[in-house]
């Protein structure tokens, strides 16, 4: 995605299985090529050949870890993999999974999206139990939990899963079997697809299509589904169970040819382009449209339509510019904007811009894309903003920083006008989304600060490990 700026809003993991099939790694590889937009900061590939399990992982890119001897070296018919941004725990080589276990019970690899609310509770607790650490990340725990739980595989998960608050949606590898877990809450998406005799579970139904497999269905909250011999099984660890999805895998994280709980990403997010054109009738002058690349595009082009406006590439994101570090002066990092988004010139000089962006989370990056386009000679630029203010950190596996740091916490829209030097800046609100979506079933705990689960940090406090 565009964290173009390296102080907004940055992605969730991705994770992806393969169950019965004998290419499992090489199409792993190629379903966390679908979702390496979820996470660019490192890659794994478990693999069981029904003995044990290989793992390969490394920091980086999907394409810097492996290569075609590395994805040789990984036999057998099922397989599991991760794409990680590190939202608990840092991104050390230890942290990067999946993560592999061994113990008498036999090996198991996880690989986990979302992030365990009262991570460092159950921590403090296993290590008084003499369980030993070796990374820093919260999908660690999730191993340990069940290494210390008592019966079946099945019953071991069921059990760890009990003792979790927060987001986890994980899929798990055993020498036989895999399994895909979703937290009651639905937070994180994960789906069921077929695929010849087998079964594929990912992330996004995106990743789907890249391995040729044919979507089935999400998996429940609260929902255990395990693949083995017997073919594909499911059980729940509780009935206390609902649908609260993440708003922000609509509005940011998801790719846009991706369908979460049965609706298409690129679809609402069009949908929110036209609702904000809606609530700007007559209000507003202006001569085109412009979105920012490249999850902005779609409510963009839903603005462009609902309003008769011409849509226009106005932004140009440079795709061959990786991450730019922090530098240590202002011009030094104005510099690196300009080399992942360039103004077109030729088409902003002299236009009053409809500038819509998917979200504000600092505000430093649609300030510096405001003088970006005002130095390409645009005349005006009215922000809009296709979700409604985020005010409230997000403890469940993005990472927004404290509530202070949040800009809409503290300014109103005429504040962060005067900040950006924008002509006008105007959100969609919870009930817009709601009427867009066709239901409330989702978490908006960034908007609104009504969390769906417990929490066990302060919202004024940092919360990262």
Do not use: W
């Given at each position: 995605?565009?964290?173009?700026?390296?102080?907004?809003?940055?992605?969730?993991?991705?994770?992806?299985?393969?169950?019965?099939?004998?290419?499992?790694?090489?199409?792993?590889?190629?379903?966390?090529?679908?979702?390496?937009?979820?996470?660019?900061?490192?890659?794994?590939?478990?693999?069981?050949?029904?003995?044990?399990?290989?793992?390969?992982?490394?920091?980086?890119?999907?394409?810097?870890?492996?290569?075609?001897?590395?994805?040789?070296?990984?036999?057998?018919?099922?397989?599991i993999g991760h794409v990680r941004y590190a939202t608990a725990g840092g991104n050390e080589l230890e942290n990067v999974q999946p993560i592999v276990a061994r113990a008498k019970i036999g090996c198991m690899a996880?690989?986990?999206?979302?992030?365990?609310?009262?991570?460092?509770?159950?921590?403090?607790?296993?290590?008084?139990?003499?369980?030993?650490?070796?990374?820093?990340?919260?999908?660690?725990?999730?191993?340990?939990?069940?290494?210390?739980?008592?019966?079946?595989?099945?019953?071991?998960?069921?059990k760890a899963c009990q003792k979790m608050e927060g987001a986890f949606s994980f899929v798990i590898?055993?020498?036989?079997?895999?399994?895909?877990?979703?937290?009651?809450?639905?937070?994180?998406?994960?789906?069921?697809?077929?695929?010849?005799?087998?079964?594929?579970?990912?992330?996004?139904?995106?990743?789907?299509?890249?391995?040729?497999?044919?979507?089935?269905?999400?998996?429940?909250?609260?929902?255990?589904?395990?693949?083995?011999?017997?073919?594909?099984?499911?059980?729940?660890?509780?009935?206390?169970?609902?649908?609260?999805?993440?708003?922000?895998?609509?509005?940011?994280?998801?790719?846009?040819?991706?369908d979460i709980e049965g609706l298409n990403v690129h679809t609402v997010r069009k949908a929110s382009g036209k609702r904000l054109a809606q609530k700007d009738k007559g209000n507003t002058i202006a001569d085109i449209v412009v979105g920012v690349p490249d999850s902005s595009v779609a409510a963009a082009m839903g603005y462009s339509e609902e309003s008769g406006l011409p849509y226009e590439v106005g932004l140009i994101k440079n795709?061959?510019?990786?991450?730019?570090?922090?530098?240590?002066t202002q011009e030094q990092r104005d510099m690196g904007v300009k080399m992942k988004l360039s103004a077109n010139a030729s088409v902003?000089?002299?236009?009053?811009?409809?500038?819509?962006?998917?979200?504000?989370?600092?505000?430093?990056?649609?300030?510096?894309i405001v003088a970006l386009l005002k130095g390409a000679g645009a005349q005006e630029i009215h922000v809009r903003?296709?979700?409604?203010?985020?005010?409230?950190?997000?403890?469940?596996?993005?990472?927004?920083?404290?509530?202070?740091?949040?800009?809409?916490?503290?300014?109103?829209c005429e504040e962060l006008c005067k900040y950006t030097r924008a002509s006008s800046v105007r959100f969609l609100t919870i009930d817009d989304l709601i009427g867009v979506y066709g239901t409330d079933k989702l978490c908006f705990a960034c908007f609104s600060g009504n969390y769906v689960t417990p929490l066990f940090h302060d919202i004024n406090q940092k919360t990262e490990k």
């Open positions: 995605m565009h964290n173009y700026f390296l102080n907004e809003i940055k992605e969730e993991c991705g994770v992806f299985g393969i169950y019965h099939h004998p290419q499992a790694a090489q199409l792993t590889y190629f379903g966390l090529h679908a979702l390496q937009h979820r996470g660019q900061e490192g890659a794994g590939i478990a693999a069981s050949d029904g003995k044990t399990i290989d793992c390969i992982k490394g920091t980086g890119l999907l394409s810097d870890v492996f290569h075609s001897e590395e994805l040789k070296k990984l036999q057998g018919e099922n397989s996880v690989a986990h999206n979302g992030q365990i609310v009262n991570a460092d509770e159950l921590q403090e607790r296993l290590e008084n139990h003499g369980n030993i650490f070796h990374g820093s990340s919260d999908s660690e725990i999730i191993l340990h939990l069940i290494q210390r739980e008592h019966g079946t595989m099945l019953e071991k998960i069921q590898l055993t020498e036989r079997s895999l399994y895909a877990v979703r937290d009651k809450n639905g937070l994180r998406p994960l789906s069921v697809a077929a695929l010849e005799d087998g079964y594929c579970v990912s992330s996004e139904t995106c990743a789907f299509d890249s391995v040729g497999a044919r979507f089935l269905r999400d998996v429940e909250p609260g929902e255990i589904i395990k693949f083995s011999d017997m073919g594909l099984e499911t059980f729940h660890y509780t009935s206390d169970t609902r649908h609260r999805i993440c708003a922000m895998e609509y509005i940011y994280f998801s790719r846009p040819d991706s795709r061959y510019v990786g991450r730019t570090f922090i530098e240590p902003v000089k002299g236009k009053r811009i409809i500038l819509v962006d998917d979200s504000i989370v600092r505000g430093t990056t649609m300030k510096r903003i296709a979700s409604p203010e985020m005010a409230y950190p997000c403890f469940y596996g993005v990472d927004t920083s404290t509530k202070k740091e949040l800009i809409s916490a503290r300014y109103t």
